[in-house]
């Protein structure tokens, strides 16, 4: 899960701008309640700008926790699967089932998946089992190349 709550250290709640990139957010919320969801946003956070992150719920979870405050988020090529449509503040979407790996890497981008290749070119040379994102073209959507 993503959580920001809006606590600063320095200057006025509210200020700036979050980015979240390249992640990989699965089945968060099974146990259900208010606090259910991938992301949380608090109404005096700064804006979350999400990009090239693949959040796959299972099929009635939300992307969301209750009350977090959707207004506040933007981005774009971002792959949200299972918990109903993307949000309508983030644009370039994916709505496909990511096609994830079903063996020890879990995580991990089958050939398949719609996720290869469709995020942009994040400047992020090696993915999070070091694998090179350098001269594919455009990232793939999640933490795994």
């Not at 990139?21 to 005096?44: D, E, M, R, Y």
């Not at 089958?110 to 992020?124: H, Q």
Request: aromatic fraction near 8%.
């Amino acid at each position: 899960m993503l959580f920001r709550s809006g606590i600063v250290n320095h200057g006025p709640p509210g200020s700036g701008t979050v980015e979240i990139f390249n992640n990989t957010l699965s089945n968060c919320g099974k146990h259900g309640g208010p606090s259910a969801g991938a992301i949380s946003v608090g109404f005096h956070s700064p804006e979350l700008l999400l990009k090239n992150n693949l959040i796959d719920q299972a099929e009635g979870e939300a992307y969301f926790t209750s009350g977090a405050a959707i207004d506040h988020i933007h981005g774009r090529n971002n792959l949200w699967f299972g918990g109903g449509p993307a949000p309508r503040q983030t644009d370039r979407n994916l709505t496909k089932d990511p096609e994830l790996s079903a063996n020890q890497d879990r995580f991990a981008l089958t050939d398949k998946s719609p996720a290869k290749g469709a995020g942009y070119d994040c400047g992020i040379a090696y993915d999070l089992k070091g694998a090179s994102r350098v001269g594919t073209g455009a990232c793939s959507v999640g933490a795994f190349e």
